[in-house]
């Protein structure tokens, strides 16, 4: 079992859909929480940041971390054909451990026009 | 004005050759990294180096060899290199300290076809 589980997708919506994008985890000593955008032949780019529980909203984007059951959501309101892409979830333990992220493995989202 | 840039962006070789991958970052970043894309998108650390130091180093076969001769540069070098190498290696740069936020910079990656 992975330390980070992700659909990988694809998920096709219709523009203007309201997107949920999920990862679960096993290791309890995660606190920094992260969503990464992947467009096709490019390196990932940070969307969200979120330490510890909580929401986080940024536009059209909020991320959601819920600790107790080690779940985290990023959703995405009115979305557009340019969201596609893959999005990768991402977690570190901080402190000593830095930026040693643990990725999930992507979920591929398709918005069409 | 590229902050993290890797060259070559392809490259297609035979297996058993030895190739090499460099990455130049301009943030002013101590810290880089090389990550390892297979083609189901899962990304993995192999190697991070803090001002020219290691300090993680997965479990990597010992044919991969980083080599930091600055801060600003993180080379990758691959032995004798094997079909299971094929995949896109992305170097990555961050600020470290009790400000840092994880926020890896990402380069556009090289993508490693072993024939």
């Known amino acids: 079992q992975k330390e980070v589980e992700q659909d990988p997708g694809p998920l096709s919506v219709p523009e203007g859909a309201i997107v949920s994008l999920n990862c679960t985890y096993s290791n309890s000593a995660f606190q920094y929480f992260m969503w990464y955008r992947q467009y096709s032949r490019k390196g990932p780019e940070l969307l969200m940041y979120?330490?510890?529980?909580g929401n986080k909203e940024d536009g059209r984007f909020t991320a959601q971390v819920d600790k107790s059951s080690k779940y985290i959501s990023l959703f995405i309101r009115d979305s557009q054909p340019s969201d596609s892409a893959t999005y990768l979830c991402?977690?570190?333990?901080?402190?000593?451990?830095?930026?040693?992220?643990?990725f999930g493995g992507g979920t591929r989202l398709m918005v069409k026009p | 004005d590229t902050a993290v840039s890797q060259t070559p962006k392809y490259l297609v070789t035979q297996m058993g050759n030895d190739k090499s991958i460099k990455c130049e970052q301009n943030l002013g970043h101590d810290t880089m990294y090389w990550y390892k894309q297979d083609s189901k998108k899962f990304l993995k650390i192999m190697f991070s180096?803090?001002?020219?130091?290691?300090?993680i180093n997965e479990t990597v076969p010992n044919r991969f060899s980083p080599k930091s001769p600055d801060k600003a540069h993180l080379n990758l070098h691959i032995n004798s290199l094997e079909l299971g190498d094929s995949a896109v290696y992305f170097c990555?740069?961050?600020?470290?300290?009790?400000?840092?936020?994880?926020?890896?910079?990402f380069g556009e990656g090289s993508r490693l076809t072993v024939l």
């Open positions: 991402a977690m570190s333990a901080g402190g000593n451990a830095g930026n040693m992220l643990t």
């Open positions: 979120t330490y510890s529980s």
């Open positions: 180096y803090n001002n020219k130091e290691l300090i």
């Open positions: 990555a740069s961050s600020e470290t300290g009790t400000m840092n936020t994880g926020e890896l910079f």
